[in-house]
Every structure is written in C-alpha cells, then in structure tokens.
C-alpha cells in the first residue's frame, strides 16, 4: 500500500529520483548524471584535462626551454615577450609552469594510484580473511599511519640519495595506502555478512571469486572518488618538498621549486611566487571539486563508515 | 454537536515549495477534536497525514509552510502566531510523539534530562523539582524503576519503553491535545497493545484530547471515537468509528477495509487496490482516486467532488456517494 | 571505561615499536659507511675503522636497535653527529616553539573552523554560507608555503604590522599560526557544516523542536553534541598533518622548532637527530589520537558504555 516515498521528504533521495526516472544504477549512469547535474565538477575535469594537456605539449606550446637562461632579460615583469615575466635567471615563467605541470600532475598521479593498488589489495584481503592477517595488517596501517606524512618524505628522499631525487614518485605512497586500506578493508567487512556473499558461499563459489566478481565490485566508487581526492594531497606533498629543496633540484622545473627561488625577490617581484602557488591551488581546487561531485554521485555515504 | 472542542481545523492548505513545483500535501482539510475524546486519521504514506499534524504543532520544515486556513485550540487561533507564542504551546498545550522511538530521542542525551527539558521550558521551577516530576511521570506511564530510567541513555531500552518515554515526554505538562503520529508502527503487537491501553487511560484519566494517526485499521478501532480518512492532501471520508466500520462508502475505505487480512474468513487471494498514490506535483483534474477507483466515471474524472453530508456526521467526498444510501 | 583506556595505551606500544624499527631500518639501509660520509673520502682506513667502532655502527643490527630503544626508553637518544650535542637536549630546546606553533594553529583554525561552520549551515545557501564555504576552500587548496608567503607579504612587508620572521615574542607566531592553521580550519569548517546539516535532519531535532525549543536551543543542546562527534575525529586526523605544516612554517618563519630541526638532521645526514625527531612527533601524533579516542568516549555513550 505505501509504495513510493511521498515527495514530502525534504530532498529526494539519490535512489528515489533515480527509480521515478527509470534509470539504471551502473555506474556509467551516475556519472552521465554526474555530467548533467554538476556543472562544478564538469568544469573541474575541463581544467584537469587542459592542464594535463599543455603539461603534455608543453615543447610545442612555448619557443622557450625550461632552463634556457638569458641573465639580460632578467627579473621582467609581464610583457609580450614573457606573458608571465622572467625569473631570476631570465627564464620565462610562463614555460617553467607549463613544465611544471609535468611534474605536478606526474607525482600527483603515479604515486596514488600505486597507494590504491597497495591499499585495496591489503584492504580487501585483510577484510575478508580476518584473523590475525586484518591485526597484522592493520598494525602495520596504524604505524604508517603514525608519521607525520612530510616528514617520512623527507626522510624517503634523504635514504633515496641525491641521485635519484627525480625519481619523486616514490615519496607518497608510503602512507596513503593506510587510509585506503582502512575504507577498503571496512567495506570489505560489510559486505562480506551480506546476502548475495552468503548464497554464493554456500553454493561453493571459490573465495577469491567471491573477492573479484562481488566484494572488490563495490568497493570501486568509493576507490575512483579517494583516488580523486588523494592526488591533491600528493602534489601538495611534492610541492611542499620541493619548496624545502629537498624535491626537484634545479635545473629541474617544480611549482613547489619555483615559489621557493621566487621567495627571495618576495617583495619586489612577487609574481615568481604567486603563478605557481596559484597553479597548485587551481590543480587541487580542480580535483576537490571533482572528487566532491563523484562522491556525492557514487558514494554518498562514504564518511559514514 | 454540542460538545467542546479542543481543536478545530478549517481549510487548512499546506504546501511545500519545490524546485519542481508546489507540492500541496494538505489540500484543504478540515476536521475537529472534541474535548477527550480520541480522533483518528487514517490513509496510507505520503497523504498527508504527518503534513497536518506538523503544521498543526507549526514545525513544519523549510521548504514546507502552512499557506492558509484556521487552526483553534480552545478557541484561541494558532495560525499566524509568531514562532515564539507558538513556542510556548509547543509541548506544553499540544505535544506531538512520533512513530520511531529509537531516533526520536537524543541518542546522546539521558532520557531523563530530555524529559526534563520538557518541563524546564514550560515551567519555572528549579532542576530538583523538575526531576521530581519527571519520575512522577514515569510512574505514570509504566516505566519501572524510574530513577534507573532516569540515567539510561536510548540506545539501553527498549522500543516499548522508549515510547513510554516519548509518551511521559509529551505528557508531562498536561496538554490539552496529543498528536501521536504512527505511536505504534516500530514497535512489536505485544508492546503496541499496552501502549495503546496506555494511551487510551491517560485520554479517560486527564481528559486529553488525542488525535492518532496512522495506517493501521486495527488500531483506529481499537482506539478512536471518530474517524478523517485521507487521500491524496484531502480528506475524502468522515465519520465515527462504528459507523465508518460497518457503512464505509468512499471507494478508498472500502478498499482499505477489503484488504484487511482477517483470520474469520476463508480468502483465497488477498484483496489490494490496484494502482499507485498519484504524484502530487501532477494532481489529475477531477478526483485523485479516480485512477484506481473501480467505479470511476467521466464526471469523476474530471470535476473534483465535495465533502458531502450522508447523515449524522458521516460525511464522504464521493459522486457515488450521492446516490448511495 | 579506565579498561579501554589501558587497553588502547598498550596497544600503542607494539605501534611505537613498530614507528621505531621502521625508522631505524630505513635509516641504516642507505649505501656507503656513514663514517665516511661524514669524514669525507680521502681518510685512512684506520680513522674510518675507530669512528666506525665508536659510533657502534660495526654492530649487528638488531643489536643497535635494542641498544636504541632501551636507550631512548631511559631518554638517551643518542648524539647527534653534526651538532655534537645530545640529540635530547636538541629536542628539548626546540620542542617548546613547535608546541607553541602547533598549538596556536590548532586553536586559531579550530574555532574559526567550527564557527564557520555552523554559521553556514544555519544560514544555508546565504550570503555567509556561500563566503564561509568559499574561504575554506581557499583553505584546503592553498599550499601552506603560499599563504605564509601571502601573509608575510601583505602583514609583514606592506603593512609593516607584524614581524616578517623568527620566534621572539606572541606577535612573531601570529602570521606563522594563521598560515599553519589556514589549512586546518577550511577543512574543519565543510565538516562541521556537512555533519550539522546533516544532524539537523534527524528525527530528535523535530522532538527538540515539538517540545517548544528555540532554534538557538535546538542547535546548542542537541544538534551540535550529535554533530561535533566526526568534528573531532577529523581535528585528531589533523595533528599529523599539523606537524608537517610545522616543518614548512618553521623553515619559511625561522622558527627554531623540531620541523626545522628534521630538516636540518636531513641536510646534514645527521641519522641520529632525524631518528629522533621523526620519533618524537611520531609519538606526538599517537598521544594525540589517543587522547581523541578518550575524548570521544566521553562526548558518546554509546563508546563509552558498549563492551
């Protein structure tokens, strides 16, 4: 007798709007709602992909190298020549950015998605097999999760030795995939008691199918919206390091890097500073708002867990 | 009727404001609660049942508001009272409990002090004395050991007794009117027939007027004097218990009582009424059961029908209903 | 309830172990004598092998380790290398300007955060929720080196209101505990707006309302207690990350606390102060979430009197 929730509820749930329109709950249909509904989080993905891409034709999109020094043209302010103005060394600002894009998206990237590789992995099998592999592997989260994350960069990059400086991508990983391995794992845990795990276990499907075909499945929206909402973090991580010296060495290029030489002509030219710090903040802006939206689409009860 | 009334609703219209349009959820509804006696208003969710009750005791949510009408309790008039007047008759002349127990108490909060509250609003008297009556108030409504009770959080009783809580909640500074909205949906049949009992004693006792609302035939005829059934924001059939029971002549009731399982009779197949509530932002034009109604003709379909007088009292909001009787 | 509370401090300690050993390994995989390293390369032999052997380096390692940790279990946590003092006493010094940092942040970004906050779920979709949502979303994108070069910029440079740099004095903290806590505050400040919104749906919020509360009633005694309960995991999540904004804000301020002290251990290879500062915040930042998981339990019963 009382089948559809009366629109008196205050906001019509995700699910009810979704059935009174007749759609279908994969995930290619929420993000197509996603696309419709968020026009914050359609720009967003806009921006990202823009900047991806002028990181990617970054030699064809400017005449000038990223080290290409002319110590005459030094210290300039915007002009036609330098949209953005020159540094200390007469390279152009605007060219080192584009280079830095690089960096930034590269070390935001590569590192989370290792972390979430990492962290679903031990998150789902510390979930389902319990026992002491969830303490096990749960202390070791806890201890990860114990350092403060710049300093065990700082202290990533001083075992990895000058040398291998470049080699940034290496620096996060090390305590993101806790917090992934956490969601995973107490999602694991949820759906493991579930029905459809329980019929399929009783049936004698092989547990690790049950892992890949039921359990991992659902897990997904809430991986896609924290990869998302990861990668902001770790191009904070590596600028924060670079700006310390302890991440990009010159002649490499990194917004971090940049705002930390422009920092000595803070006063007099505070543009060297403030293109790159403004880049990272739009970079991670873009991605907060991104993942914002893919949460409240995929998975809206995440923080409830 | 001679009688007094406790409450008196006329044409009370409340809507909620929607991006997608004006959702009328209380669609011109008039009913009367006379002095301790036990009204009940019966239809299935999304009727419009909770919508009047809130708008009666005002705690109507953005983006829901009354639009018009006249609510008088005791002859005073409620609409357009300001949020602080309508404050103070919030809990102390008209109470409200509510169907789940179990989130309607601060799962954070001891139920005794939460209870206390109740009174601290409406009286001046010190915490001590508060406590007092609030232990006296739990007597009252069953609740053993009241100052054990009285240190519980929620999530420590039971559904039975939280609702006895609601109940000494609502209680406590002697209303004139109680409001229970679905009191006994959540809770066990066992539980559900003494809170009823409980109900009902407390009406006989202080002469409380009481209006109950809820889904459940059973219930309504277990409790009520009189009965408003409602459909789609109106009310569509009126009448006191036993006459509504044994002559139920809006086609909706009839359904209603067709589908009541009942243990006397040999069924074969369990009788439903065909069709879904209609969306209210897409009222048709004619009368809103029309869709599902087995009966439906043109002139149903297209001109609404009245609430119409059929003899003492029952009155029924039916073009068939003309004819009938 | 003290039960808990002993069996959450014991299970920390296997956690302090495990911080240490990690440290500590890591710190002794890197190639090359670090007698060399700080002797430089054209030594003899002889000289390499002496300081090699006074340092304990040419010890197995897990005879290190414990020499460490009943070491540091008595407060000795070695010397450093490059400073030549004991790498306690280092620590002690530095420790007070990175509490007073830490702890300024931690008050000026969480009241402003929570007040934020609640203003913008009372006053949804308003001109002060959108203002306030605004601000905190400049907060957890902007990198804390660029709102401290930002503040120094405008406070220090053009309004010449407050020192540019260093630790003398409750002014000096000011722009550095802003920068820090810029971060801290925006995130804090969407929480609570989300979880107070969210709390004002429930259904106790209209039993608060039916018994004649006040909408200022409402939201004190009985949204916010319900409310604030993620509030404060989040601001116990924050410690770490407030440890490692120190690290920054102290470079950038001068400010001779531990974050700098790390940095320094890190330029000057100076394994024996890194151990002992990425120790010690590591032990900072597990106090604090301990001391979060107790102050949960008292602000919920339901922690408290589950068993």
Redesign the interface.
């Known amino acids: 007798?009382?089948?559809?929730?009366?629109?008196?509820t205050?906001t019509l749930t995700a699910e009810a709007l979704a059935a009174e329109l007749g759609e279908a709950d994969t995930i290619g249909s929420k993000l197509h709602r996603l696309a419709s509904e968020n026009k914050l989080a359609v720009v967003s993905m806009a921006v990202i992909v823009f900047i991806a891409l002028a990181a990617v034709f970054a030699p064809l999109l400017t005449p000038y190298g990223f080290a290409e020094q002319d110590l005459a043209v030094r210290l300039q302010n915007p002009s036609a020549a330098h949209w953005l103005g020159t540094d200390e060394l007469g390279r152009d600002e605007l060219t080192r950015l584009l280079y830095g894009a690089r960096v930034s998206l590269l070390v935001g990237v590569v590192p989370t998605i290792v972390s979430m590789l990492l962290g679903a992995i031990l998150g789902l099998i510390a979930g389902f097999c319990g026992g002491w592999t969830d303490t096990v592997i749960m202390?070791?989260a806890?201890?990860m999760?114990?350092?403060?994350?710049?300093?065990?960069a700082?202290?990533?990059?001083?075992?990895l030795?000058r040398r291998h400086r470049e080699h940034l991508s290496l620096h996060s990983p090390y305590i993101d995939w806790a917090g992934v391995a956490r969601v995973v794992r107490s999602q694991t845990l949820s759906l493991r008691e579930s029905q459809y795990v329980e019929a399929a276990n009783s049936i004698g499907v092989k547990k690790l199918t049950i892992i890949f075909r039921h359990i991992f499945p659902n897990c997904v929206p809430s991986l896609i919206v924290l990869f998302t909402l990861n990668i902001?973090g770790a191009i904070?991580s590596e600028?924060?390091m670079s700006?310390?010296?302890?991440g990009v060495q010159p002649p490499g290029c990194s917004w971090?890097l940049m705002?930390?030489t422009g920092?000595t002509y803070?006063?007099s030219h505070?543009m060297l500073?403030l293109a790159p710090?403004?880049a990272?903040?739009?970079v991670?802006?873009a991605f907060?708002f991104l993942g914002d939206g893919l949460r409240d689409v995929l998975d809206p009860y995440m923080?409830r867990r | 009727m001679n009688e007094q009334l406790t409450l008196s609703i006329e044409h009370l219209r409340s809507s909620f404001f929607t991006l997608r349009g004006e959702v009328k959820a209380v669609n011109d509804v008039s009913l009367a609660v006379p002095k301790g006696k036990i009204v009940g208003i019966v239809g299935e969710s999304g009727c419009g049942k909770s919508m009047t009750a809130k708008s009666i005791i005002g705690i109507l949510k953005y983006p829901g508001r009354v639009v018009g009408g006249s609510i008088r309790l005791d002859g005073q008039e409620l609409a357009g009272l300001s949020d602080r007047a309508m404050r103070q008759i919030r809990g102390r002349d008209i109470s409200m409990i509510f169907q789940e127990p179990m989130t309607s108490l601060n799962p954070v909060v001891k139920v005794g002090k939460q209870v206390q509250e109740a009174v601290l609003l409406h009286r001046s008297i010190t915490s001590a004395e508060a406590r007092q009556e609030v232990l006296k108030i739990f007597r009252t409504v069953g609740i053993s050991e009241p100052e054990k009770r009285y240190d519980s959080y929620p999530f420590q009783l039971s559904g039975g007794l939280r609702q006895r809580v609601m109940i000494a909640m609502a209680m406590i500074c002697r209303p004139k009117l109680l409001i229970a909205d679905e009191p006994t949906t959540a809770l066990d049949v066992t539980i559900e027939a003494q809170i009823l009992k409980l109900m009902k004693d407390l009406s006989r006792n202080t002469g409380m007027s009481i209006i109950l609302i809820t889904h459940n035939l059973g219930v309504i005829a277990e409790l009520c004097d009189f009965v408003y059934v409602m459909y789609a924001g109106k009310i569509v059939e009126q009448a006191d218990t036993i006459t509504l029971f044994d002559h139920p002549l809006h086609p909706y009731m009839q359904g209603l009582m067709a589908s009541v399982i009942r243990l006397d009779r040999d069924v074969e197949r369990l009788q439903t009424i065909p069709g879904v509530v209609p969306n209210l932002l897409h009222l048709p034009a004619g009368c809103a059961f029309s869709n599902r109604c087995p009966y439906a003709s043109d002139e149903c379909r297209t001109q609404p029908p009245v609430l119409h007088d059929v003899g003492s009292g029952h009155l029924v909001r039916c073009f068939r209903g003309e004819d009938d009787k | 309830m003290f039960r808990n509370i002993a069996k959450r401090v014991l299970q920390t300690i296997p956690i302090l172990l495990g911080v240490a050993l990690l440290i500590f390994l890591m710190l002794r995989i890197i190639p090359g004598n670090v007698a060399t390293t700080l002797m430089g390369e054209h030594v003899n032999q002889e000289s390499v092998k002496r300081l090699t052997a006074e340092l304990g380096l040419d010890q197995p390692v897990y005879v290190q380790f414990l020499k460490y940790i009943f070491g540091a279990a008595r407060g000795d946590f070695g010397t450093s290398y490059y400073l030549n003092r004991s790498v306690k006493n280092l620590l002690t010094i530095a420790f007070p300007y990175t509490v007073k940092l830490a702890l300024a942040a931690a008050m000026v970004a969480w009241t402003i955060g929570i007040t934020a906050g609640i203003f913008a779920a009372v006053r949804k979709n308003g001109i002060l929720d959108h203002l306030f949502m605004g601000f905190s979303l400049l907060g957890i994108s902007m990198p804390v080196f660029m709102v401290a070069m930002i503040l120094q910029y405008f406070l220090a440079f053009r309004l010449q209101a407050l020192p540019l740099e260093g630790a003398v004095g409750f002014r000096s903290y000011i722009i550095p505990a802003i920068a820090l806590g810029w971060n801290s505050a925006g995130s804090i400040a969407r929480m609570t707006r989300s979880s107070l919104l969210e709390t004002l749906q429930e259904d106790y919020i209209d039993t608060a309302a039916a018994k004649g509360r006040g909408r200022v009633g409402i939201i004190t005694a009985h949204a916010l207690r319900n409310a604030l309960l993620p509030v404060v995991t989040m601001m116990a999540l924050q410690i770490s990350s407030l440890l490692s904004g120190a690290v920054i804000t102290e470079t950038i301020f001068s400010i001779p606390g531990i974050g700098r002290l790390a940095v320094q251990a890190i330029s000057n290879r100076d394994i024996p102060l890194l151990q002992g500062t990425v120790l010690f915040t590591t032990v900072i930042v597990i106090a604090g979430n301990l001391l979060a998981d107790c102050l949960y339990a008292v602000l919920d019963p339901r922690i408290r009197e589950a068993k």
């Open positions: 007798m009382d089948q559809l929730s009366s629109p008196s205050e202390r070791v806890d201890v999760l114990a350092f403060p994350s710049l300093l065990l700082l202290v990533i990059m001083y075992i030795g902001p904070l600028s924060s700006f310390l010296g302890i971090g705002a930390d920092r803070l006063t505070p500073s710090s403004v990272i903040m739009l991670v802006l907060n923080n």
